[in-house]
C-alpha cells in the first residue's frame, strides 16, 4: 500500500457563513489548479486534522477540507451550551456543502469521507450527484439506528467492563432504555458538572470499543473539555435522531450513484461498524468496488494508506 503524503499548509482558507448564525470554517490545500477532492470528517463532531490532507497528492488533487456546523474551527462551537443544535441535522450540511462549492466555483469533486463522513457523503451524492466526480469512502458506516443501537449497545458485549461503566454514566431508571437518548438528556442538563461528566463517559466509550487498534492509548482530542464536549453533544444530537435519514434510505438510494465510480475501504476487524454495513452498501450500489482490509478496525493506518492508492488511481481521471 501507498504511504501517505508528507505534511503540508493550506494555501486558502476561511469562513463561510451558511445561515442560522452558523459559519464553517473551510480550507484549500496542494494544486489551486487540480482536481478538487472534499473531505469529509467523522464523528460527527469531530473536525478535520491536519492529516487529512495527507491522503491525496499535493500536485494533483485541489484539497478541500472543511469543518461541519459545530466542529473544529465553525462557530458557534458545539462545546459551547448555548449553541443550538436545531439547526444543526444532516440536510443543513448537505446545504452547506453545496454553498461551499459554489463558493468555490468548483463544478464536481471527489468525494472521500470516513465513519460518520461515509454517511453524509453518500446523503450529499444521492441529492447532487451530477456534483460528484468519484467516491472514496473509508469504514463505511449507514447510521441505521440498528447500527446505532449496535455501536452503543451490543458491541458491548466485547467489552463488558467498559459497557458496564458507560451504562452506569446515566440514572439507574435509564439503564435499561436508550442510552443515546438517555446521554442526550444529560448533556443538555442546566448543572455544567453533569454536563461535563456526561461528556466524560461519553467518550471514555469511544475509546474503549478501539482499545483494540489503539493499544488502550486515549485518543489525545478527547483530552480537550471543549472537544469532548462538543463531540459528544454532536453525536448524541445526530445519532438520537438516527440521523434525520430513513433507516434504509441510503442503500435505497444507491442506484442514483450508478454513475459515480465509487471505493468502499474496510476494515474487517471494526467492532463498533461492522462490515455488513459496506457489504450491504456494495451489494446496493451498482458498479462499486468493496475492499475488505483483513487485519484491520476502524482507526487503522491502513485504511488510510489504501485511501491514497485509490486517490492516486483517481487523480487522473
Known amino acids: 500500500m501507498a504511504i501517505m503524503y508528507p505534511p503540508i499548509d493550506p494555501y486558502c482558507a476561511g469562513m463561510l457563513d451558511v445561515g442560522d448564525g452558523n459559519e464553517i470554517y473551510w480550507e484549500t490545500c496542494g494544486n489551486p489548479q487540480g482536481k478538487p477532492a472534499l473531505v469529509l470528517h467523522g464523528g460527527p463532531g469531530s473536525g478535520c486534522t491536519p492529516g487529512h490532507r495527507r491522503l491525496f497528492n499535493p500536485e494533483a488533487y485541489r484539497i478541500v477540507l472543511v469543518d461541519q456546523r459545530g466542529a473544529g474551527r465553525s462557530t458557534p462551537h458545539a462545546g459551547e451550551a448555548s449553541t443550538d443544535l436545531a439547526v444543526n441535522t444532516t440536510a443543513h450540511l448537505i446545504d452547506d456543502l453545496e454553498r461551499l462549492r459554489a463558493h468555490l466555483e468548483i463544478e464536481k469533486w471527489l468525494v472521500h469521507g470516513r465513519s460518520w463522513g461515509t454517511t453524509l457523503g453518500l446523503a450529499y451524492a444521492e441529492r447532487h450527484p451530477d456534483r460528484v466526480s468519484e467516491m472514496v469512502l473509508a469504514a463505511v458506516c449507514l447510521t441505521r439506528r440498528p447500527d446505532i443501537h449496535w455501536l452503543y449497545h451490543g458491541v458491548g458485549r466485547f467489552f463488558p467492563a467498559e459497557w458496564v ?7 439507574p431508571a435509564d439503564r435499561d432504555g436508550d442510552l443515546v437518548e438517555a446521554y442526550a438528556r444529560l448533556l443538555a442538563h442546566p448543572d455544567e458538572a453533569v454536563r461535563k461528566e456526561a461528556a466524560r463517559a461519553w467518550c471514555d466509550w469511544e475509546d474503549a470499543i478501539v482499545a483494540l487498534e489503539s493499544g488502550g492509548a486515549p485518543n489525545p482530542r478527547y483530552a480537550d473539555e471543549r472537544f469532548c464536549m462538543g463531540f459528544a453533544r454532536t453525536v448524541t444530537h445526530y445519532f438520537r435522531h438516527g440521523a434525520w435519514l430513513a433507516d434504509d434510505q441510503l442503500l435505497g438510494g444507491a442506484e442514483r450513484l450508478a454513475a459515480i465510480p465509487g471505493v468502499l475501504i474496510h476494515g474487517r ?9 459496506a457489504w450491504d452498501l456494495a451489494r446496493a450500489w451498482p458498479g462499486s468496488e468493496l475492499f475488505v482490509l483483513e487485519h484491520s478496525g476502524h482507526t487503522s493506518d491502513a485504511l488510510g494508506e489504501c485511501v491514497v492508492d485509490v486517490t492516486d488511481r483517481f487523480a487522473a481521471h
Open 165 to 171: 461503566r458507560f451504562r452506569d454514566g446515566v440514572p
Open 269 to 277: 476487524l471494526d467492532l463498533g461498524g461492522p462490515l455488513r454495513s
